[in-house]
Nanobody, 128 residues
Framework: VQLQASGGGLVQTGGSLRLSCTAS????????IGWFRQAPGKEREGVSC????????YYSDSVKGRFRISSDNAKHSVYLQTDSLKPEDTAVYYC??????????????????????WGQGTLVTVSS
């Protein structure tokens, strides 16, 4: 199982980047695939999840309206279009299998532990 993230870089505030995640070693559309990020000194957090079973998407409140996740089954790839980037978006971005959880009116995403582990991420740096 491999999930390889790429596409990071250095951009100015307000800029855009398109991150790519290429998957191999498993049946791609059997799993939800998403993006997580870890900023310096902070815990890793879920950013966005694409659920292949029904085409639904999840976004964290911090990126909603600015980021857009998409999937290309033919290329076994999931993309994250990041627009209107802010310095607080600076982090290493990872792709991984994900799941969307709901309880008590709250919704969040977690890594799906049954598929693979954290691969090498891609660094996004947003300068002010």
């Amino acid at each position: 199982v491999q999930l390889q993230a790429s596409g990071g870089g250095l951009v100015q505030t307000g800029g855009s980047l398109r991150l790519s995640c290429t998957a191999s070693g498993f049946i791609f559309d059997d799993y939800a695939i998403g993006w997580f990020r870890q900023a310096p000194g902070k815990e890793r957090e879920g950013v966005s999840c694409f659920v292949h079973s029904d085409g639904s998407t999840y976004y964290s409140d911090s990126v909603k309206g600015r980021f857009r996740i998409s999937s290309d089954n033919a290329k076994h790839s999931v993309y994250l279009q990041t627009d209107s980037l802010k310095p607080e978006d600076t982090a290493v971005y990872y792709c991984a299998a994900c799941r969307v959880m709901s309880m008590g009116g709250k919704t969040w995403m977690e890594r799906q532990p049954s598929l693979g582990s954290w691969g090498q991420g891609t660094l996004v740096t947003v300068s002010s």
